[in-house]
């Protein structure tokens, strides 16, 4: 795509951050590694805060502090709140990076540049806001491939969809259509919402013309991963859907009960779940793919050598149990690499994806 300006602006209120050196450093980082340039702006006052985000001639990056409300400029705006903040749905914002701390303002840079020299299509598969996903098409004829991306962040709010936008990106300039999701996360809308909506979305992708039903694949990473193989399960004992060509685990949490046994990332499990695995076992097997093997289904699980070793374990425990066809793929890297298209090991996820899809 012919982008005519690689420029971000970002703007700050008053006090949006206690050391505006730091927030600079970080954002000329994130800049450079996208080959973007930028205009940061720390307003002095509100009018002046008011006024560098009016004067935004594209979508912008805004950081206007907890709980603080601002117009979006015409060409639309991306929300930073470094701490815990409500969704802002305000009209014109594209995304809200929220919880994430400092590090937030560089997903907020990776957001701009996927969204402008990759753009997708949002679409709804239902009524609540987070039912959504975005669509991105290669060019051709079709009918593509199709490749369902969930994101991660041990079903926490704070992590969205555009965790996944580099993978998204690749896959479709390697021929695949991509429908990188959104879904309601249970620390909000309980357990049963998260897993309707991931079962809602693939079909939603499988009712698209463009899409061949016979090589659908599902890619989860992390947290994703364990919705990416339990939807998978859910479809291939469900004659009347979809039924995915493969199911890929990035660094999943495949086994939700020895996860929840070990209280990985601070009880994340249990606080998805509703409660610790003792208590819930109906829901826990159901949900964890270690428990409901076999999948009926081929499979990739992948893992970096780097990344927590409960999770590499979690993967290796899961690989030797599985009576499914399995691919096991293991290479350097931390939780996050298996998901950056410029890392060894994605390359080789990507061609064991392309092995089972026979993509041209």
């Known amino acids: ?73 015409p ?19 594209r995304v809200h990076i929220r919880g994430r701390g400092l590090e937030g303002l560089r997903y907020a840079v990776d957001s701009w540049y996927h969204h402008r020299c990759h753009p997708g299509t949002i679409r709804a598969y239902g009524a609540h806001p987070d ?3 975005e669509l991105r098409i290669p060019q051709g004829p079709g009918p593509f491939p199709a490749v369902m991306l969930i994101h991660g962040g041990y079903w926490r709010t704070r992590w ?38 991931v079962a809602a ?3 939603a992708l499988a009712t698209l013309a463009q899409v061949d039903p016979e090589r659908v694949v599902m890619v989860g990473h992390s947290a994703g991963a364990q919705l990416a193989l339990r939807a998978a399960a859910d479809a291939v004992a469900d004659p009347t859907g979809v039924r995915p060509a493969l199911a890929v685990s990035l660094a999943g949490v495949l086994n939700l009960c020895l996860a929840d046994e070990r209280r ?47 999770l590499l374990e979690i993967s290796r425990q899961y690989c030797l149990a599985a009576p499914d066809e399995i691919t096991q793929i293991e290479g350097p890297g931390g ?16 061609a064991a994806i392309h092995a089972r899809t026979a993509c041209a």
Request: hydrophobic share 40%.
């Open 75 to 93: 060409a639309g705006a991306i929300r930073v709140d470094l701490g815990p903040s409500p969704a802002d749905r305000s009209a014109g914002i």
């Open 160 to 197: 969205e969809f555009d965790l996944m936008d580099a993978p998204a990106v690749d896959l479709t300039g390697r021929g695949y259509l991509t429908w990188n999701i959104e879904y309601r996360r249970p620390d909000e809308y309980g357990w049963a919402a998260t897993t309707d909506d």
């Open 131 to 133: 039912q959504c996903g």
């Open 264 to 310: 990985l990332s601070e009880g994340a499990v249990a606080n998805a779940l509703g409660g610790h695995w003792p208590d819930h076992r109906g829901t826990y097997e159901r949900s964890s793919p270690y428990h409901r093997v076999p999948l009926g289904l081929p499979q990739l699980i992948a893992s970096t050598v780097h990344d927590d070793p409960n």
């Open 335 to 350: 939780h996050f690499d298996i998901i950056d298209p410029t890392q060894e090991i994605w390359k080789h996820v990507a």
């Open 1 to 73: 795509m012919h982008v005519t300006s690689r420029r971000v602006g970002v703007v700050f209120a008053p006090g949006a951050v206690a050391h505006q050196g730091t927030a600079a450093e970080l954002i000329d980082r994130a800049l450079v590694a996208r080959g973007l340039t930028g205009n940061i702006v720390f307003a002095r006052d509100a009018p002046e805060f008011d006024a560098a985000v009016a004067a935004e001639g594209g979508e912008c990056i805004v950081v206007p502090g907890a709980g603080i409300s601002f117009v979006a400029p």
């Open 201 to 203: 979305a693939l079909q």
